[in-house]
């Protein structure tokens, strides 16, 4: 069974422009999270989709960030414009189904490091 | 909002040794989830073991098991027989119950250090 994959691993951009990040989920995985992980620091969720509806971006600052997942399978996140603090690692994750009794386990992708100078 | 915290920013410990990483949560929440995670140079987040708050019994894994204090918030991770592919940030996290709160919650993490 093929992981959670990401693209791209490294990006360096300077502040203001715009990035993007892709994530691919596990096959029939229905939920997909966005962390944000600061270097020294734990992964906070930035966005939680269920199929192709959001359940929770409460810590998606939306003036910058947005995400989408069409078609309920891929996700794109993007920035727009950066800022030096957006340097960090973004993951994405994916579980089977957020409903008790499933599998609630999710699996991470490898992340893209983003370097904002 | 629940909070993990893990007092420990770096551990070492001799290769075949045993050790414990700490952690301890708070939450207004009676069922949830609690898990560690290894996070290796490559960035990947690796399950290592977890926990259902309701199950009494503590979880084990291989050489990787728990101790789970309920009462206390408590959840620390205890590594036997230590090997030198262990060597990563170990990460505690938190996930509550119920739909529409199954994000993570982590702590700031354990670096541990496997001496040859």
């Known amino acids: 069974e093929a992981g959670v994959a990401q693209s791209p691993r490294y990006k360096i951009i300077e502040k203001r422009q715009s990035v993007a990040f892709w994530c691919n989920p596990i096959s029939g995985h229905a939920t997909l999270y966005w962390y944000q992980q600061i270097l020294g620091q734990g992964p906070k969720l930035l966005i939680q989709?269920?199929?192709?509806?959001?359940?929770?971006d409460s810590q998606l600052p939306k003036d910058r960030f947005s995400a989408e997942r069409l078609k309920g399978v891929d996700s794109t996140l993007k920035i727009q414009p950066a800022k030096l603090e957006d340097s960090a690692v973004y993951l994405c994750?994916?579980?089977?189904?957020?409903?008790?009794?499933?599998?609630?386990?999710?699996?991470f992708g490898p992340g893209t490091r983003l370097t904002v100078t | 909002a629940q909070t993990v915290t893990q007092s420990q920013p770096e551990m070492s410990v001799q290769e075949a040794e045993t050790v414990t990483l700490s952690c301890t949560y708070d939450t207004s929440e009676s069922d949830y989830y609690l898990f560690w995670y290894k996070q290796p140079p490559s960035r990947q987040m690796i399950l290592v073991i977890r926990?259902?708050?309701?199950?009494?019994q503590n979880a084990t894994e291989n050489r990787f098991s728990v101790n789970f204090q309920k009462a206390a918030k408590s959840f620390s991770l205890k590594i036997s027989d230590s090997q030198l592919g262990d060597a990563a940030m170990y990460f505690c996290?938190?996930?509550?119950?119920?739909?529409?709160?199954?994000?993570?919650?982590f702590g700031t993490g354990t670096r541990l250090t496997i001496i040859p």
């Open positions: 926990q259902e708050a309701y199950k009494q």
């Open positions: 996290a938190y996930m509550g119950f119920f739909f529409g709160n199954e994000k993570l919650t």
């Open positions: 994750a994916s579980s089977l189904n957020s409903d008790r009794g499933k599998n609630y386990e999710q699996y």
């Open positions: 989709f269920q199929n192709n509806g959001v359940v929770d």
